[in-house]
C-alpha cells in the first residue's frame, strides 16, 4: 500500500502491464520446463527501457528513484511474470555508479542503459564462507596491471547471460586487515574475454528456472583499471548496494502476493461446490483475507524503506523488515493460493506452482530471514550479537 502522498507510478505501472500481457503463463511455463532465459522478456523489458530507470539520465537512463523501479518489478510479478531474470541490473549498477570512476561510468553505463551491455551478475557467494561474507576465499593478485584472481563462487545468477559481472575478491587477508570487513575489492569483470580464459560457469539446476551457476577462476586476468574504487574497501561498497537490492526484492514478492490473493479470490468466487461458491464459506474467504492484510502491511513497509531510500536516510533496518514481512507475505499468500484452488493449485497450467516455487527463493536470498532477524535484534534492539 502506498502512502497517499508517495509517487504511485501509475503510466509506468500500467506500461508494464501491457508489456507483461505478451508474455503470459505459457511463455513462463515453457521457460522453466526447459530451464531457459526468458531472453524476449529481458529484451522486451530493455527496449522500453524498463531496466534503466534508475540509470542517472547523463548515462542515458531516465534517471527516475528507486520507487520507479519497485513499481516496475511488483507489476512484473503481479502479472505473473519473474523478474529474477533481469533485476540484477536495477542495483548492480548502483556499485558503479556510486563507487567507480567517471572514465569508468562513461565507459559502461550508456551501453548498459542501451542493452549493448547486460550488467547481470553479481559474484560475492562462496561455497565455504556462505553468509559470512568477511570470509570469502577468492584471491585477486596483483601482478603488474593486472589481478590474477583464483578462486570459486557459488550461486551466481544470470552469470552465463551477462556481459559484465561485479565481484567481490580479498586483495588482503581477513587475518592482515585491521578489520575483517577490510582488505576486500570489487573488480568488474569482463566475461565476453574471462570465460575460456580462466573463469569457468558451471550452471546448477534448482527447483524454478532461475539461471544460478557455480564459478571456478584459475587465473583469471582483470585488469587494475576494471577495479572499482579503493582496494580494500570493496565490503563496504557492496554494503552501500544492498539496501536497495533488499528493497526491490520485497516488491517483487509484493507483486508475486499481489498476485497469489487475486488468483485466490478469483477462484473462490467462481468455484462452485456443494451447491455454492466456495468462497461463501469462511473457512476459504478468511485465509485469503489474511493473505490479504499481511501482504498490504508488508507493502507499507516496503513503502516506508522506499522513502527512507530515496531521501538519502539511513534505512538498514527497514530495507531489512520489509524483505522480511514481504518474503513472508509472498510465501503466505502463495499456500493460502494452492489450498483455495484444491487440486488444480498443483496443475501446471494455473502457474499457481510455479510462482510458489518461485517466491519461496526469497526467504533464503539475497539474506536469509535467519540473518534479518539477528540484524534487528542485535543493532535495533542492542542484544547480544552470538557471532
Ligand atoms: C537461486 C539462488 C540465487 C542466488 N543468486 C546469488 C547471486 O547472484 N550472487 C550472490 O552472490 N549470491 C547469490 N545467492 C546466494 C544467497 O545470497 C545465499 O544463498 C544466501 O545469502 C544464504 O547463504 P548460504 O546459502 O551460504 O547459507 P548459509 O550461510 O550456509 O546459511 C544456511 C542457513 O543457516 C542460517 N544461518 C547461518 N548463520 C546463522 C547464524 N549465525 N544465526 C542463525 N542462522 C544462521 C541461514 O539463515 C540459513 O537459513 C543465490 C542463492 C540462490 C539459492
Request: hydrophobic share 40%; glycine share 10%.
Amino acid at each position: 500500500m502506498m502512502s497517499p502522498d508517495a509517487e504511485d507510478y501509475a503510466d509506468i505501472r500500467a506500461g508494464v502491464v501491457r508489456l507483461c500481457e505478451q508474455f503470459p503463463g505459457a511463455y513462463w511455463r515453457d521457460k522453466d520446463e526447459t530451464r531457459s532465459y526468458p531472453t524476449e522478456f529481458v529484451q522486451a523489458l530493455t527496449e522500453a527501457g524498463y531496466l534503466s530507470v534508475m540509470i542517472p539520465e547523463a548515462y542515458g537512463g531516465s534517471g527516475l528513484p528507486l520507487g520507479a523501479a519497485c513499481a516496475i518489478l511488483e507489476e512484473i510479478h503481479r502479472s505473473g511474470c519473474n523478474g529474477g531474470a533481469c533485476h540484477a541490473q536495477m542495483y548492480t549498477m548502483g556499485t558503479l555508479l556510486r563507487h567507480g570512476s567517471e572514465a569508468q561510468k562513461q565507459r559502461y553505463l550508456p551501453e548498459v542503459a542501451s542493452g549493448a551491455l547486460r550488467l547481470q551478475a553479481f559474484g560475492v557467494t562462496e561455497p565455504n564462507s556462505g553468509t559470512d561474507t568477511t570470509r570469502i576465499g577468492t584471491r585477486a593478485v596483483r601482478d603488474g596491471d593486472d589481478y590474477v584472481v583464483n578462486g570459486q563462487k557459488i550461486w551466481i545468477s544470470r552469470a552465463e547471460h551477462s556481459d559484465l559481472m561485479v565481484l567481490l575478491v580479498r586483495t588482503a587477508d581477513r587475518e592482515a586487515s585491521a578489520k575483517s570487513t577490510d582488505g576486500m575489492s570489487v573488480l568488474l569483470v569482463d566475461m565476453r574475454t574471462a570465460v575460456g580464459n580462466g573463469l569457468t560457469i558451471k550452471p546448477i539446476n534448482t527447483m524454478m528456472n532461475h539461471g544460478a551457476t557455480e564459478l571456478f577462476f584459475d587465473d583469471l586476468r582483470v585488469p587494475v583499471s576494471n577495479r572499482i574504487g579503493e582496494e580494500g574497501a570493496g565490503f563496504r561498497y557492496i554494503l552501500d548496494g544492498m539496501n536497495a537490492e533488499r528493497i526491490l526484492i520485497a516488491a517483487e514478492c509484493i507483486g508475486d502476493a499481489r498476485f497469489f490473493v487475486s488468483a485466490a479470490a478469483r477462484y473462490a468466487t467462481d468455484r462452485q461446490v456443494f451447491g455454492g461458491p466456495i468462497g461463501a464459506n469462511q473457512g476459504v474467504q478468511f485465509p485469503i483475507a489474511r493473505a490479504h492484510i499481511q501482504t498490504e502491511a508488508a507493502a507499507g513497509m516496503v513503502a516506508r524503506a522506499q522513502a527512507l531510500f530515496e531521501a538519502g536516510q539511513p534505512c538498514g533496518a527497514e530495507a531489512n523488515m520489509a524483505k522480511l514481512l514481504a518474503s513472508e507475505a509472498s510465501w503466505a499468500a502463495g499456500d493460502t493460493c494452492i489450498q483455495t484452488h484444491g487440486g488444480f493449485g498443483f496443475a501446471v497450467d494455473f502457474d499457481i506452482e510455479r510462482k510458489f516455487r518461485e517466491t519461496r527463493l526469497y526467504q533464503v536470498a539475497p539474506i536469509s530471514t535467519n540473518l534479518i532477524l539477528s540484524h534487528v535484534a542485535t543493532h535495533e534492539l542492542g542484544m547480544p550479537k552470538s557471532f
